[in-house]
């Protein structure tokens, strides 16, 4: 099942390339690389539809002398390339029901959505997950109910196989959280590459955030983007920093924490008291409001895409704990074992505190 208006490129005789070279490739690149979705979504807001995809890669000259309509009306599409992925927009007063391609004699449609009310005015979480146990999906948003005054979720699950959207929605229920939305999609995440090209075609989780923002969250008081394994820490609440910033926008630093040495069993949220030392360190988070000064910038997961100066934006007295062993073991299976060489950290212990001690 899908929540978005998306197209495959299904009967086309066309399919996305890799731009990373094949000598950067793991085993299982061309497995996990999506080579089919041509549109994550289509949104109209504000006298345009987006068309999300994924980077087009080879696909762009095809797609630049496609024909474009909206419900049948011939529009000159514009193309803007992106670090992960592309948008295209089509001009249009009034929101479509339908947006059609026709390149070569192949013909696709999907249907679009316009703005969707539900999160105005409202502190929101959004993240995109995939089996991610139920219990850490509650753990995760009380604590950022509890510590910052979040009042809403928007939950994006990518093709859960063990913990889908009825196993998501109860926990998001558990947590008391006033207002959650759960979305699905099974468009592929991404490969992983080898160093320096690790994350270059992830491409989901980039058109992800910025379907749902048109989509969903533009009249949104802040957006804080972070996963599960992540725990935000804030002199006062992280939105209502970022709501009252003068761009609007907060960025903050990450640092890895574990459970105890010597614990074992499933892990916990509440059971990561314990950090490297010295700190390691990983990238930036953010918490921003959607329609503020920074608007016109695309989200990324770890910052706004081509944003200069980026360390202006970058709080000193906010960050966030990276739960290290609160994984699937997607990633990478190393995260799963307790790590040795760490210390107590009290304020860390402090803020998990306010979470059950669950059984591992």
């Not at 109910?145 to 196993?167: P, Q, W």
């Not at 592929?188 to 955030?209: D, I, M, T």
């Not at 709501?243 to 614990?263: D, K, N, Q, T």
């Not at 000193?316 to 799963?336: E, P, S, Y």
């Amino acid at each position: 099942m899908t929540d978005f208006a998306t197209l495959t490129l299904d009967g086309s005789g066309l399919e996305r390339q890799p731009r990373v070279k094949e000598s950067f490739w793991e085993d299982d690149y061309l497995e996990r690389f999506d080579a089919r979705t041509l549109w994550l979504d289509a949104v109209w807001r504000d006298g345009v539809v987006r068309l999300i995809c994924p980077r087009l890669n080879n696909l762009a000259p095809a797609l630049r002398g496609a024909r474009f309509a909206l419900d049948g009306r011939a529009v000159r599409a514009r193309f803007r390339t992106y670090d992960r992925h592309t948008v295209i927009s089509l001009p249009s007063a009034r929101c479509p029901a339908a947006v059609s391609v026709e390149v070569g004699g192949w013909r696709g449609e999907s249907a679009v959505h316009g703005p969707e009310a539900g999160f105005a005015g409202r502190n929101v979480l959004v993240t995109l997950s995939k089996d991610n146990d139920p219990a850490w999906i509650e753990d995760w948003v009380r604590f950022h109910m509890i510590h910052h005054g979040a009042d809403a979720v928007l939950f994006v699950d990518n093709g859960s196989a063990e913990y889908g959207r009825t196993a998501v929605q109860a926990a998001l229920e558990a947590s008391g959280v006033p207002v959650a939305r759960v979305l699905s999609t099974s468009v592929p995440y991404g490969p992983r590459g080898r160093k320096p090209y690790a994350n270059s075609e992830l491409f989901l989780q980039f058109c992800v955030l910025n379907a749902v923002r048109h989509r969903f969250l533009w009249d949104a008081r802040a957006v804080l983007n972070c996963d599960l394994d992540e725990l935000v820490m804030s002199e006062g609440s992280i939105f209502d920093r970022a709501a009252a910033s003068r761009f609007g926008y907060l960025a903050f630093p990450g640092y890895w924490v574990h459970p105890e040495p010597g614990f074992e069993g499933v892990p916990f949220h509440a059971a990561h008291g314990w950090r490297d030392d010295p700190a390691q360190a990983c990238p930036d988070k953010w918490c921003m409001v959607p329609s503020g000064p920074l608007r016109g910038f695309e989200w990324r997961q770890h910052r706004l895409e081509r944003l200069p100066f980026p360390t202006w934006f970058r709080a000193k007295d906010a960050w966030f704990w990276h739960c290290r062993n609160i994984t699937n073991g997607w990633k990478l299976l190393k995260r799963t074992k307790v790590r040795d060489n760490t210390v107590p950290d009290g304020r860390l212990q402090e803020a998990v505190a306010v979470l059950p001690q669950r059984p591992g």
